[in-house]
Nanobody, 129 residues
């Protein structure tokens, strides 16, 4: 079955960097949209970044453009989120997610979770001095 296991979260100072990893199993990375959501206390879940399964294009939320980079290593079945120039407002639980539907991740509409979305357990990222 589909499984996603995140790692790499932690505490970092403002302006610092972190890399999150998501080890995937039970499906082929290229056949599913995959990316990251985050949720801060008291806030709605936000689709941060994703890779489309239809054409490999990437979507970045405006809040992270130019600072976050998503990549994947198909041979390792792993997806990475490189986060740089971190801000306190990036503090949240970050969830790796994947979805077999081709329109779940599009450059225009963003990263949208639905009934077919699979989730990792989440990893905490805290940006604080």
């Amino acid at each position: 079955q589909v499984q996603l296991v995140e790692s790499g979260g932690g505490l970092v100072q403002p302006g610092g960097s972190l890399r999150l990893s998501c080890a995937a199993s039970g499906f082929t990375l290229d056949h599913y949209a995959i990316g990251w959501f985050r949720q801060a206390p008291g806030k709605e879940r936000e689709g941060v970044v994703c890779i489309s399964s239809s054409d490999g294009s990437t979507y970045y939320a405006d809040s992270v453009k130019g600072r976050f980079t998503i990549s994947k290593h198909n041979a390792k079945n792993t997806v990475y989120l490189q986060m740089s120039s971190l801000k306190p407002e990036d503090t949240a639980v970050y969830y790796c997610a994947t979805d077999p539907l081709p329109y779940a991740c599009t450059v225009v509409a963003g990263w949208r979770a639905g009934a077919h979305t699979y989730w990792g357990q989440g990893t905490q990222v805290t940006v604080s001095s």
